[in-house]
């Protein structure tokens, strides 16, 4: 009877000290990607904002492209060597936890003698990510800088976006247009149909899209920085092949300008092509061509 009561009881303590193990698990931190690569192609309007934050000690978490673009600011310096920087992030109990690293100059060491503002910036991206940001110092996540909301940027009522037609001598020729709200990826099918409508130029500036043609799908892909844009049988009408080089580059050189956009595959009638006009290879997604622009002596 007592070797009974005895197993009983290590039963219990084996469910209780399991049970503790089960919910310290619960708390332990998930971790998350993020990406302290440079993000480049932010609209204006970011990069604006982050210029007049960077003046002073800040801790940021705004909403960008389904993520979060986080910033800290050390405010202004009086030399070169100081930084700022981002270690490993993870979420636990309903808030994003980053890792917030700094380092001064040394005695020994040489550094700038002007004024600097050290900043960090960096993107996490997922679903269901926490609105409220916790800037913690060192590793452990144990000693908290500061807890901020997610906001948004306020974004600004209109927009100028950058298109590409054509010129007599096979150039592309850069024409701004105003659009309303923000340039985002998601909008270059409004793009697309601008390039259709044509120039507003009154110049020499040439179309470079086939009459009739139409969007037939578009998407992007943010993790790959891919567009790929279906395009109606028309777009097949253009004419040689310095025609087909500035209806591709357009096109192209026009979606890159989006904040994200690295590459664009072209599509007819929703399938694969090789070409549309026997010229420019289409069956790999086309980065931007910059040697194309009107008065670069490269070409």
């Known amino acids: 009877m007592k070797r009974l009561i005895a197993v009983v009881l290590v039963l219990i303590l084996v469910v209780g000290i399991t049970g503790c193990s089960s919910k310290g698990e619960k708390e332990q931190i998930t971790p998350v990607d993020i990406s302290t690569r440079e993000i480049v192609q932010m609209p204006d309007y970011i990069q604006d904002h982050l210029e007049e934050l960077k003046l002073k000690e800040t801790y940021q978490a705004f909403k960008l492209d389904g993520g979060l673009l986080l910033f800290a600011a050390r405010g202004e310096m009086p030399t070169g060597g100081y930084t700022i920087s981002f270690g490993k992030a993870?979420?636990?109990?309903?808030?994003?936890?980053?890792?917030?690293?700094?380092?001064?100059?040394?005695?020994?060491?040489?550094?700038?003698?002007?004024?600097?503002?050290?900043?960090?910036?960096?993107?996490?991206?997922?679903?269901?990510?926490?609105?409220?940001?916790?800037?913690?110092?060192?590793?452990?996540?144990?000693?908290?800088?500061?807890?901020?909301?997610?906001?948004e940027i306020p974004q600004p009522e209109e927009s100028v976006v950058t298109l590409y037609f054509g010129t007599k001598d096979g150039y592309l020729r850069r024409e701004p247009r105003s659009i309303s709200g923000l340039p985002t990826a998601e909008r270059g099918k409004e793009l697309i149909e601008e390039l259709i409508k044509g120039t507003q130029a009154n110049d020499d500036t040439l179309n470079v899209l086939p009459e009739g043609t139409k969007v037939l799908?578009?998407?992007?892909?943010?993790?790959?920085?891919?567009?790929?844009?279906?395009?109606?049988?028309?777009?097949q009408g253009v004419a040689g092949s310095m025609g087909e080089t500035l209806a591709v580059y357009s096109i192209v050189n026009t979606l890159t300008e989006l904040p994200g956009v690295e590459r664009v595959k072209i599509l007819v009638e929703g399938k694969e092509v090789e070409t549309i006009g026997g010229h420019i290879y289409l069956g790999d997604p086309l980065t931007r061509d910059l040697e194309l622009l009107e008065g670069n002596i490269l070409k």
């Open 217 to 235: 799908g578009y998407k992007f892909d943010a993790e790959k920085g891919l567009i790929t844009l279906d395009l109606s049988e028309h777009v």
């Open 90 to 151: 993870g979420i636990k109990n309903g808030k994003l936890l980053v890792e917030v690293n700094t380092s001064d100059p040394k005695n020994d060491k040489m550094v700038t003698e002007a004024l600097t503002y050290p900043v960090a910036l960096a993107k996490v991206i997922g679903k269901g990510l926490p609105d409220k940001v916790v800037f913690v110092k060192g590793s452990e996540y144990n000693k908290i800088i500061k807890e901020v909301e997610v906001t």
